[in-house]
């Protein structure tokens, strides 16, 4: 599915925060084993700056973890969902090109699905700004797996409507946007989940491309998708797969 950069759908989410926290998966515990494994050293303990939090799916994740975290969220009908949800975890309004938050204090920034919506021109300095020498970003984003047929046939369907480029499958597309400068190190990590159809639609309603198609054609897509997974599915269980793919930098030490 494609995505554009501008803030006002970005910002579309506020309109819908609580099917987010709904319907949206959540991520596997093997992605912060693996983001551990990449800064050496453990969540627990740590200053986490969540940026881009949403209605906290990471950022609940790395706080189970032990982490001490703070999160920064642009919208503010995601962030009054946040505070429903995490209430006794902190959170400040802001964005990743301006970040509201002291230099060198936090240990690892996270960006859970959210970098896309920044401009490294201005992200990378602020990220670089606001961690400790040592300390690390780490950007990650949850897709489907497209090598599954099902999954492959959907993704099609999602081009076909939003008049995107018909091409193959590249399973390292997230990388290939990063900037060149700091040094990513790259994971994937795939797990699956299994969800009733109707979290399975409401969870594709719930992405930023159908919030500002109109009710009208989402519906009448989601409708079709109704049927054509109820063919692959008639159980009415989805099994959805991803693959989270993750990206690490370190901020040098002096």
Request: aromatic share 8%.
């Amino acid at each position: 599915m494609t995505r554009t950069s501008s803030s006002a759908q970005a910002l579309s989410f506020d309109h819908a925060a609580a099917d987010y926290a709904a319907n949206r998966p959540s991520y596997p515990a093997g992605l912060l084993d693996a983001i551990e494994e990449i800064t050496g050293f453990p969540l627990a303990g740590a200053r986490v700056a969540d940026i881009g939090a949403g209605t906290g799916l990471g950022t609940r994740l790395l706080r189970a973890r032990g982490a001490h975290v703070v999160a920064v969220e642009p919208g503010p009908g995601m962030a009054a969902q946040f505070r429903l949800d995490l209430p006794g975890v902190p959170l400040v309004l802001g964005d990743g090109d301006r970040l509201p938050l002291a230099s060198a204090s936090v240990d690892l920034i996270t960006y859970a699905q959210a970098w896309h919506w920044t401009d490294p021109d201005k992200s990378v300095p602020e990220a670089l700004r606001v961690l400790r020498p040592g300390g690390a970003l780490a950007l990650w984003w949850n897709d489907s797996d497209a090598s599954v047929p099902w999954i492959a046939a959907q993704d099609a369907r999602l081009r076909r409507l939003f008049g995107a480029e018909d091409r193959p499958h590249d399973p390292l597309a997230r990388f290939r946007r990063l900037p060149a400068s700091p040094c990513f190190v790259h994971r994937q990590v795939e797990w699956a989940r299994s969800v009733p159809l109707r979290t399975h639609l409401a969870n594709l309603a719930s992405y930023s491309d159908f919030l500002v198609l109109g009710a009208e054609a989402t519906e009448a897509f989601l409708a079709e998708e109704r049927a054509a997974l109820g063919e692959v599915f008639p159980d009415g269980t989805v099994e959805e797969r991803y693959v989270v793919s993750l990206a690490v930098a370190r901020r040098r030490e002096p």
